[in-house]
């Protein structure tokens, strides 16, 4: 009863279009979901987001589950999961791609889902990491290993997105290392990130993480831009 009143005085809203949700509606209504512009990259081996890393690093597979279009609904869910505090949008994109991630038919399955660090003081700044219920969502889905401890970002940087392409391309190549030990060698790590932009970031992550003897790399992401 007590949550009845709760939600009469302070209805749940879409992530999307902000309009009230129905009850069996979560995070975003069934319009919004139905117009989200999905990529199928997923059953896809030579997509647009492998194609960022051609010649670049060696990965097993990329993808994003959503295009990224500028003031779209895209725009105003990441919006909402990294700015406004909704951690629960990453939950929900996790769990559906975890079901289209199911349909892979890979030699080497995904084993260990590592996010996109954010560096201690950006950290502090936002509370949370806008990639961690995302990851943790996939890891579930997939049944895998959750591991935000082995990849972390050793320099701090300014907002990708508030950067230009140039901006964004520099200096990254030596701002993420990692910490393993033996039980980490020849595994699988799934990396995730929220938007798939030039790549960079991704790119410096898979580096890093390939320092690991027998590691293999493949990339998920929640959206894909036009860089």
Not at 51 to 71: D, R, T
Not at 127 to 155: H, P
């Amino acid at each position: 009863m007590f949550k009845s009143i709760i939600n009469l005085f302070f209805p749940k809203v879409c992530a999307g279009c902000r309009q009230i949700l129905q009850t069996n509606e979560v995070v975003f209504c069934s319009k919004c979901r139905h117009e989200i512009p999905l990529t199928h990259y997923h059953l896809d081996s030579k997509n647009e987001a492998v194609k960022k890393f051609y010649g670049k690093v060696e990965i097993q597979h990329a993808s994003a589950l959503m295009y990224f279009i500028k003031k779209g609904i895209v725009q105003e869910l990441i919006h909402n999961l990294k700015y406004k505090g909704h951690e629960e949008i990453g939950t929900v994109l996790g769990s559906w791609y975890a079901e289209d991630l199911k349909e892979l038919k890979l030699n080497n399955p995904f084993e260990v889902v590592i996010p996109v660090p954010l560096h201690p003081k950006k950290f502090k700044e936002r509370g949370y990491n806008q990639v961690t219920t995302f990851a943790k969502a996939l890891s579930e889905g997939l049944n895998l290993t959750f591991d935000d401890r082995i990849l972390f970002r050793k320099k701090y940087s300014k907002t990708q997105s508030k950067k230009n392409l140039l901006g964004r391309t520099e200096n990254i190549e030596n701002i993420f290392d990692v910490k393993f030990s033996e039980e980490n060698h020849n595994k699988h790590f799934l990396i995730v990130d929220d938007v798939l932009t030039t790549g960079s970031t991704l790119e410096a992550c898979s580096k890093a993480l390939l320092k690991i003897p027998g590691a293999k790399i493949s990339i998920v992401c929640m959206a894909m831009a036009n860089s």
